[in-house]
């Protein structure tokens, strides 16, 4: 069993590595690779809710069509067990707790989000201009 400083220093050197994986490929491309897997039970051993601090810590370019399509979908169902379980989004555990986690991505995708402009302003240049010169 690794010592308790032995084993900081291992988890710190892991976030690194995964937080530069991550910058380098793109979340859609790590997430690919590397899938979160919340839709299976927490018993399964192949769930990576501990990735959600990564993703926030490390998104250096996000689209928000893939946190429309891949972490909204997430956050419905979280809210739904947390509806099951009569439990709150403060809970500390739990459904509540991965909920929190969930939306505390949307703040990152939006800062660095690359399809603002295709996707959600009807022409970038003509929106541009009209901001520029108003």
């Not at 069993?1 to 910058?23: H, I, N, W």
């Not at 997430?31 to 018993?43: D, G, I, V």
Request: hydrophobic share 45%.
């Amino acid at each position: 069993m690794l010592q308790p400083e032995a084993s900081a220093a291992v988890f710190t050197a892991a976030d690194k590595c995964l937080g530069e994986a991550l910058s380098a490929l793109g979340v859609s491309r790590f997430l690919t690779l590397l899938p979160l897997n919340l839709h299976l039970p927490e018993s399964s051993g192949v769930r990576r809710e501990w990735l959600l601090p990564v993703v926030r810590q490390h998104l250096k370019r996000g689209d928000i069509a893939f946190f429309a399509s891949h972490i909204v979908p997430e956050l419905v169902r979280a809210r739904e067990q947390m509806n099951a379980a009569g439990a709150s989004a403060s809970a500390g555990t739990g459904p509540g707790a991965l909920y929190r986690k969930l939306w505390s991505l949307l703040p990152p995708f939006l800062a660095h989000a690359l399809d603002v402009t295709v996707r959600y302003l009807p022409n970038p240049v003509h929106y541009h201009y009209m901001h520029k010169h108003a």
